[in-house]
């Protein structure tokens, strides 16, 4: 019904910048709360940032100041610019869209989840 698909990820140095993509389709008559989680092996997945229906974003604290969060509501994708990257950045990244559907109602979907290497 619903599906995210993800880009973006790769191998890249610290210090380096990458910028992950995250479009949905389908049966949306409403996007709500888009965000960014990721998950380090043996660890469990977490907040990275996310964004209001209205624009305002929410970061953790680990990456204020270097991520940033952005919607492009007509395109129905959620953007994720990082920059300043470190080595514990390196985690799968995946795309959170809180979507109101017409068959059942209000759901969380998720993203396919690309990989973010940060590594010298």
């Known amino acids: 019904q619903v599906q995210l698909v993800e880009s973006g990820g790769g191998l890249v140095q610290p210090g380096g910048s990458l910028r992950l993509s995250c479009a949905a389709s389908?049966?949306?008559?409403?996007?709500?709360?888009m965000g960014w989680y990721r998950q380090a092996p043996g660890k469990e997945r977490d907040l990275v940032a996310r964004?209001?229906?209205?624009?305002?974003?929410n970061y953790a604290d680990s990456v204020k100041g270097r991520f940033t969060i952005s919607r492009d509501n007509a395109k129905n994708t959620v953007y994720l610019e990082m920059n300043s990257l470190k080595p514990e950045d390196t985690a799968a990244y995946y795309c959170?869209?809180?979507?109101?559907?017409?068959?059942?109602?209000?759901?969380?979907?998720w993203g396919q989840g690309t990989q973010v290497t940060v590594s010298s």
């Open positions: 964004i209001s229906s209205g624009g305002g974003p």
């Open positions: 959170n869209v809180g979507v109101v559907t017409y068959y059942i109602g209000s759901k969380d979907f």
């Open positions: 389908g049966s949306i008559l409403r996007i709500n709360t």
